[in-house]
């Protein structure tokens, strides 16, 4: 039998049982949640607001919340995450400090560039922690180097049916050029620049990538952000040896 914590912190709970409402009730209005939850409309936004946020739930056109990514099973991936973290680590906090723009490490789960961790800038107008969220991976940065990177006869796997031949053609450039960009395609005033980290004689499952608001975006420093972030995922991929 458990019993509820005598120190439980009712905003984690409330958050918790809406993540639960979501998964096994399917979609809920604001409306609803509130009623579920017995709180205040204003509270029970704020509570799937931050459930978005960090990919627990999505909003459907219709503006009723449904369970996101995180609530459906993982997507397996190759990488091994706490290695990667510990090695690259030193090497991001390194190259925020050098280029004063966010940086990312992001792995490839099936159809998605998942982020294992962010060292954020310290730059008021940035880009934010985004840790554990996923994104589809052919429209992120660092999902593209690693699609990219992929056996061509792996491809299809891993893109949308309905726009195969242009992502192709996109890849194609990016396997040339070693490196990606992604701007504004998965969020408005956000560009990010990423490179694969090489894998030890393997196929790479793990990208690096800085992120910035895009009106500090700018071709011309394009090649020295792609210079830092390769030697850095160099340094990261000889602490993975």
Request: charged letters at 20%; a neutral charge.
């Amino acid at each position: 039998m458990k019993n509820k914590p005598h120190y439980a912190v009712e905003s984690v709970d409330h958050a918790l049982r809406l993540a639960t409402l979501l998964q096994q009730e399917g979609p809920l209005g604001v409306s609803e949640a509130a009623e579920h939850l017995r709180v205040s409309r204003s509270t029970a936004h704020r509570l799937l607001a931050m459930l978005v946020y960090r990919d627990f739930a999505e909003q459907d056109a219709d503006r009723r919340y449904r369970a996101g990514p995180v609530l459906s099973p993982a997507d397996a991936t190759t990488a091994p995450v706490s290695a990667l973290r510990r090695a690259a680590l030193p090497h991001m906090r390194a190259l925020v400090a050098d280029l004063q723009e966010t940086a990312n490490l992001v792995i490839l789960a099936g159809n998605h560039a998942r982020f294992v961790v962010t060292v954020e800038c310290d730059q008021v107008l940035r880009v934010g922690d985004r840790s554990g969220r996923t994104l589809p991976a052919h429209l992120a940065s660092g999902g593209k180097t690693l699609l990219a990177a992929l056996p061509r006869d792996q491809l299809a796997e891993h893109l949308p049916p309905d726009d195969m031949a242009r992502l192709r053609r996109e890849l194609s450039l990016v396997r040339k050029r070693g490196f990606a960009i992604n701007d504004q395609l998965t969020e408005t005033g956000l560009t990010a620049v990423g490179v694969a980290i090489p894998w030890p004689a393997a196929t790479p499952t793990a990208a690096l990538s800085i992120a910035m608001p895009s009106v500090r975006f700018s071709r011309d420093l394009l090649p020295t952000w792609v210079s830092a972030l390769s030697e850095t995922a160099a340094a990261i991929a000889a602490d993975l040896l």
